[in-house]
């Protein structure tokens, strides 16, 4: 008989999730050992601004990737913030070089609203994280 050694666990990785809005974006952090989510911060900035405040939690939380919510509609169709979110994702990519991973965000904020959560933003992009945690178990 022969048996084969178990392959390696892959060693817990660190997530950077982002709950993307013209004005504001929520951040949350999360591993994947724990498959548990943390709202961080909201960054209330634009344009260049608010990839530098990226690049320091970026800098701070060293992530092997990233996830960004996508919203549609109900019926599942896209509108515009489809597209910014999707841009914003491959900003992320283009500047930071992580990978990019896009879950569908539909009411995400509307839960963590009516949740009561104190940072509806960082807490929107938490159920985010948690929401792929789930689809890639």
């Known amino acids: 008989m022969s048996f084969s050694a178990p392959a390696p666990a892959s060693p ?29 911060k909201t960054i209330a900035a634009a344009g260049d601004a608010r990839f530098e405040a990226c690049a320091r939690l970026i800098a701070e939380w060293q992530p092997a990737a990233l996830v960004v919510g996508v919203p549609f509609h109900p019926d599942g169709a896209e509108h515009d913030n489809t ?41 929107a992009a938490a159920l985010i994280l948690e929401q792929y945690f789930r689809e890639h178990s």
Do not use: I, K, M, W
């Open 83 to 123: 597209r910014r979110a999707r841009r914003f994702a491959r900003q992320l990519h283009g500047r930071f070089r992580l990978p990019v991973h896009e879950v569908d965000e539909r009411y995400t904020t509307t839960e963590a609203h009516s949740a009561g959560a104190r940072d509806a933003d960082a807490a």
């Open 12 to 40: 817990p990785q660190t997530l950077l999730a982002f709950d993307f809005g013209t004005r504001r974006v929520g951040v949350a952090t999360g591993n994947t050992l724990l498959r548990q989510a943390q709202p961080l």
